[in-house]
């Protein structure tokens, strides 16, 4: 996949979820990036972060890491 500032990096996924209320599950993440008009490669990461609940941004993040 792409890295740097392109196609899912954390970069890209932070700003796809800008603006939204933690606490907040997987499903909510992926609405709301698709609300902001993420790219579908930032859609495919979230969708292979764990289910749980993420309490804050740094969260979402371990999540990520944990899924690449």
Known sequence: MT???GG???A?????LKG???PTGKRELIAHAQKNGAEQ????T??????QQYENMADVMK?????H
């Open 3 to 5: 890295r740097g500032m």
């Open 8 to 10: 899912d990096s954390p």
């Open 12 to 16: 890209n996924v932070t700003n796809a």
């Open 20 to 22: 939204i209320d933690y």
């Open 41 to 44: 490669e930032v859609l495919d």
């Open 46 to 51: 979230l969708e292979q972060l764990p289910e």
């Open 63 to 67: 999540g990520y890491g944990q899924s």
